[in-house]
């Protein structure tokens, strides 16, 4: 998915990972499983954090927490 596409879908995508989140204690956790989900969705490797944080623009120490 690119990210004009994945910016279409945000609203249905933040629902749900809110809901699949919604065990998730701490609401950081919450919120970093959600831009996760988000980085699987968009185009490239899947197979590593590095790759994942890089189309987010995050470090990827931050979504292994």
């Known amino acids: 998915m690119r990210a004009g596409e ?3 879908w945000r609203g249905r ?3 749900f990972a809110a809901e699949v989140f919604a065990p998730l204690a701490r609401r ?5 499983g ?3 989900l ?8 899947r197979k590593s954090m590095q790759p ?3 189309r987010l623009g ?4 931050a979504l292994q927490q």
């Open 28 to 32: 950081d956790q919450r919120a970093k």
């Open 52 to 54: 994942v944080a890089e």
């Open 6 to 8: 994945l910016a279409l």
């Open 58 to 61: 995050v470090d990827h120490q």
């Open 13 to 15: 995508l933040e629902e």
């Open 38 to 45: 988000r980085g699987l969705l968009l185009e490239g490797r």
């Open 34 to 36: 959600g831009l996760y």
